[in-house]
Structures are given as C-alpha cells and as structure tokens.
C-alpha cells in the first residue's frame, strides 16, 4: 500500500506542475485538474487508512487525515474570501483545498513561508527588464505579457511553495537534520 502512496504523490506533482503551467500560460486552472488532484487524495487517505494499525489514529489526528482536511478546509475559505476581495482569481482560489490537503495541517507553516517568500521574488523579478537578447522567446514575451497586464498567475507561486513544502522532509533527511 506504501507503494501506492509513493505512486499518487507523485502523480500528484505532476498534476501540480501541470496547474502551474496552464496557469503562466493562460491565467486559467482548469476544474479537472482540481477535482483530479482532490481525487488523489482520496485515494492517498484510503490507501493510508487500509495499511494503518490504528484507523482511528489515522483519521482523527491532526498529522492525518483530519488534519488534511481541516487545512484543505482551511486554505479553501482563505482563497474564496480573496476571490471575493478580487485578489485572487477562482482557479487559485481552487487550488487551495488540494494544496492544504497535501500540505496538512503540521506543514502549513512552511508553506506560508515558502508562499511569502516565493511571492516577493515574483514581484521583484516581474519588475526587471528582459535581457535583449533573450527577449523574443515565448516564454519571456509571456512574462512582457504578464508585466502589462498587471495580473499575476498566482497559482505558480503557490505550485513551487506546495512542492519546496513537500519536498521538506526529503530535504531534512538527507541533511540529517532533526
């Protein structure tokens, strides 16, 4: 079952990435990679309940399940009022649930870190001239695009500080930190 759950994470940064990408390039990030992401993650829980001693344990506490869900909850809220505020777009309002469900409850910290720090730099490098030489290719003209437009894709700063956030722990061990 531990496979398994090896298998959905990483699908799962795929389909993150994929978020990401749709929204630099269109300012759109579409339902189904949304409600995929989201079925990931039921699946990830049902594979984690099946292969737990303790299902309660699993469910309830707030390094499992509960926790999940209480921070995809969360996030959720969080997005819909900036979308009401007119700060955010309704995809990246949307991301929030499959972020916070990833993320956990223990992990938001981090990736509020992550997403703060991440944001700044967006809007610092947004602010700095294209190289000449480099400035006729897709993906510096998008970001001329963007620059005009005034309209940040917001949900490509919350893909990398999802993805710096759970790839903490990997990070952790391999320095040997506690």
Do not use: C
Request: proline share 5%.
């Amino acid at each position: 079952m531990l496979k398994l759950v090896v298998v959905i994470n990483y699908l799962s940064v795929l389909l993150f990435l994929y978020a990401a990408w749709t929204d630099f390039r269109t300012w759109k990030i579409p339902n189904t990679v949304v409600l995929a992401l989201v079925t990931l993650y039921v699946l990830r829980a049902v594979a984690v309940i099946l292969s737990s001693e303790d299902v309660g344990a699993a469910l309830f506490a707030s390094s499992g399940i509960g926790g999940d869900v209480g921070a995809g909850l969360l996030m959720f809220m969080l997005g819909v009022v900036l979308w009401a505020l007119r700060l955010f777009g309704a995809g990246d309002a949307k991301l929030f649930l499959p972020i916070g469900l990833f993320v956990g409850w223990h992990s938001m910290l981090p990736f509020s870190f992550f997403l703060l720090v991440l944001g700044i730099v967006t809007l610092l490098a947004l602010r700095l001239p294209v190289p000449l030489p480099v400035a006729h290719l897709a993906f510096f003209m998008r970001i001329a695009e963007i620059r005009a437009s005034r309209k940040v894709p917001y949900g490509v700063v919350m893909v990398f500080a999802v993805l710096l956030t759970l790839a903490l722990p990997m990070i952790r061990q391999q320095l040997q930190l506690p």
